[in-house]
């Protein structure tokens, strides 16, 4: 049996060196570790490397703002893909206003998706020092709620706005930093309060835990199934998300969770992992069939993997359909369909 070789680099590019074996040389960008979208996408290049597929560099620290654009581009082969990019990009709006509608359009109809999931739940969480009481008490606070460019700060800032009727710079400050930073904006009290994707239990919210005592609040329930925020739910990539109150509690001792029952509510925030719609179909195929095929595995590596709907594959769960312009890629479809799972026709 060939021992697959791997060789990091400290500059934030992961090269996979794999035998002659492999039949492609790809690239794929994703985030910093700790996250499901870099766990995505490094189990694939392990497994990709140890069937022969391909040999996959990834490119770290990226946002998926410029990932997604990346692959659209053909600048990249795979790449982190949150829905509300595609939606974006097709109207040449957010991070794509510089481009316009005509050129957007074109780019996003060259996005197909080899699989969804989640890429967080939007927590709002504060160190208890600081004295905030919830959701109706970020008034003059500063709010740290993403990186300075990406589809999640455009998505903690319209889940603030729905929930309490104000948007940053009127009535709360927004504070950004990118996603590396992150846990050092919060420990080092930078911000008042984080409004950001997280994963049950996952690195970032771990590590502020471990500094101080936290508070996580969940939207409450009226509000939850108002119909404001059922729009917010069904808005591009958006889907309802809730855990029992037993995963929440494995944040740990130092972490208090508020809900008026036994169940979290907020907003999921949903994608996948996408490719140019130029890759081959029996490409696209056997990278999605090598993560279908492996995904007890992704299981094994992270505590928050079962978390985040790798196998969600109805609509609304993932977010699939309806305004969200993204399809499936034809190879990686026929990889769901062969190993028995069913996709919403809307999404083929």
């Known amino acids: 049996m060939r021992t697959t070789l791997f060789t990091i680099f400290t500059s934030g590019a992961i090269a996979l060196a ?6 492609e040389n790809l690239t794929a960008h994703t985030s910093a570790p700790g996250v499901a979208v870099h ?4 189990h694939l290049a392990e497994v990709a490397a140890a069937r022969g597929i391909a040999d996959i560099q990834i490119t770290l620290g990226q946002t998926g703002a410029n990932a997604t654009l990346a692959v659209a581009e053909g600048k990249a082969d795979i790449g982190i893909c949150p829905f509300v990019l595609p939606f974006l990009m097709s109207k040449g709006v957010g991070p794509y206003a510089a481009m316009g509608a005509e050129k957007g359009a074109e780019l996003a109809s060259n996005l197909r998706i080899l699989y969804p999931y989640s890429f967080g739940a939007y927590l709002l969480y504060a160190y208890d020092t600081v004295g905030i009481q919830g959701w109706d ?9 993403g990186p300075p460019r ?3 700060t455009a998505e903690a800032r319209g889940l603030i706005q729905v929930i309490t009727g104000m948007e940053e710079g009127k009535g709360y400050e927004g504070i950004q930093s990118d996603w590396s930073q992150m846990a050092t904006t919060i420990t080092e009290g930078t911000s008042d309060a984080a409004v950001l994707p997280e994963f049950v239990p996952s690195d970032r919210p771990l590590q502020a835990l471990s500094a101080g005592k936290m508070t996580f609040w969940s939207i409450p329930k009226a509000m939850y199934e108002s119909e404001a925020m059922q729009r917010v739910l069904g808005a591009p990539g958006s889907a309802p ?13 130092n972490a208090t969770i508020v809900s008026e029952d036994d169940t979290f509510r907020t907003r999921g925030s949903v994608g996948g992992n996408c490719v140019n719609a130029s890759m081959s179909n029996d490409l696209a195929y056997e990278l999605t069939k090598a993560h279908i095929e492996t995904l007890d595995a992704i299981y094994g590596k992270a505590p928050y993997a079962r978390n985040i709907g790798l196998e969600a594959l109805d609509a609304r769960e993932s977010g699939m359909c309806g305004p969200n312009p993204v399809k499936y890629h034809a190879g990686a479809a026929r990889a769901w369909q062969e190993a028995g799972y069913a996709l919403p026709e809307c999404a083929l």
């Open 39 to 42: 766990l995505t996408i490094a």
């Open 18 to 23: 794999v035998p002659a074996l492999s039949k």
């Open 150 to 152: 990406g589809g999640a």
């Open 241 to 253: 998300f809730t855990l029992p109150l037993s995963q929440m509690q494995t944040l740990g001792e």
């Open 137 to 145: 008490d970020l008034e003059g606070r500063r709010i740290l709620n």
